[in-house]
């Protein structure tokens, strides 16, 4: 079943960012992750949210998710992106066919 992490983001340091978003693709890659949208304007339709910057990535399945977090070869870019960031992410799994 594929699944879905969304991820908010809150860039502080936009160059050690875009290092990051450069080395992320072979983690992404190497764990079935694709973006299916990042950036560009949004609307909150109802409630109390305030994202700022969002990024939709679908994954084979939440395992995927979960490994992507938990290699170990990721751990130091994971790194960059806390200096770099405030992110809040969310899996979920998406529906079959």
Not at 53 to 60: K, Q, T, Y
Not at 68 to 94: C, E, I, M, N
Request: hydrophobic share 35%; glycine share 10%; proline share 5%.
């Amino acid at each position: 079943m594929p699944a879905y992490l969304l991820l908010d983001i809150e860039i502080h340091d936009r160059e050690k960012y875009e290092t990051y978003k450069r080395d992320v693709q072979p983690f992404l890659a190497k764990h079935g992750g694709v973006y299916l949208a990042r950036g560009g304007e949004h609307e909150v339709i109802e409630g109390d949210w305030h994202p700022t910057r969002l990024v939709l990535f679908r994954f084979p399945d939440r395992q995927s998710i979960r490994n992507l977090f938990g290699d170990p070869d990721y751990q130091g870019l994971k790194a960059v992106r806390h200096a770099s960031a405030t992110s809040r992410l969310v899996a979920f799994d998406g529906l079959e066919g």
